[in-house]
């Protein structure tokens, strides 16, 4: 019987060698410590209103509009469907020049209330105004206190080229709005800012 030639390596396998380089156990361990970490505020909840902070009370700005038509809908609501804000205020600006190009001049802006809800799980509103500015503060305090914010800037095209589409900016940090979607892939969910307790 003979054995492996002197000096010579055993034979490993594929999967050793892997395990060389990767510690499997520590990758396991490492896994389950980050799922733990993102689950956790979830799991302390015990049954009441989630954390403030977790993914189910992130607030979304939704837009949409249908092609042809002069109405944009907006609806702000959580991820989770039953969580309750305890207000949901929503200012616009209609009546200045931009059609998509550069941001518009956000301190020049004439405000005015759109939304002004307490104690509830959406709001929402319509409006011909085009193009219209939004300013979009969430205030979530069911379990631990979370402000979400964004403000925004929307313009649509019916039938100037390129025909229907909706363009989008934000200078909130924190805020990614897609510059261009084609209104046929409407609806837009747009995640608001966290920003903590502190507030906007």
Known sequence: MSGPAAGAPPSVGHRSRIGEYVPLPLVAVAMLLVGLLVLTPLLLSSGGPPAAGTVLTQADLIVDRVAGENVTHFYVRAVGLTVRYASIEVTSASGFAWTGTSPPSWDSLAWGPAVNATNVLSASFATSDNPIALNVTVLYNANGVA??????????????????????????????????????????????????SGGP
Do not use: K, M, R
Not at 171 to 189: E, K, M, R
């Open 147 to 196: 402000y979400y914010v964004g403000t925004f800037s929307f313009y649509a095209t019916n039938t100037t080229a390129p025909a229907n589409t909706l363009y989008g900016l934000s200078p909130t940090s924190g805020v990614t709005v897609p510059y261009q979607n084609g209104l046929a892939s409407l609806p837009l969910a747009i995640p608001l800012a966290d920003v903590g």
